[in-house]
């Protein structure tokens, strides 16, 4: 029983999409967990991070137009997806990490995503043009 993900599929440029994460209790309880995507031909990225807290860092690309969000009470982790385009498509997955923080700043200023601990198999959006 690890990390299931839900709500991909395909969707018009400009769309909306919501994916959704259902976690263990043993996972969810007090961890960081974040959503990942792997584009085609491409590796996997960390787009979207949210702490024990419910404080959230976010990928460039996807400012302003993702959010990640976590209720307790159901043990989910959510990703809404507004104004999709071309460069969303790809697999995206979620994952956790025995920690309060899934990352931290380099000395630049970038956040960088330590190792995660769970994942989940990935659900897939495909945005059509």
């Known amino acids: 029983e690890q990390l299931l993900e839900s709500g991909g599929g395909s969707v018009q440029a400009e769309g909306s999409l919501r994916l959704s994460c259902a976690a263990p209790?043993?996972?969810?309880?007090?961890?960081?967990m974040a959503w990942f995507r792997q584009a085609p031909d491409k590796v996997r990225e960390g787009i979207a991070a949210i702490d024990s807290e419910g404080n959230t860092v976010y990928e460039e690309s996807v400012k302003g137009r993702f959010t990640i969000s976590r209720d307790n009470a159901k043990n989910t982790l959510y990703l809404e997806m507004n104004r999709l385009n071309f460069e969303d498509t790809g697999m995206y997955y979620c994952a956790a990490r025995r920690s309060r923080y899934c990352g931290g700043e380099d000395r630049r200023g970038h956040f960088v995503y330590y190792s995660m601990d769970y994942w989940g198999k990935g659900t897939a959006v495909t945005i059509a043009s």
């Open positions: 209790e043993y996972i969810y309880d007090g961890n960081c």
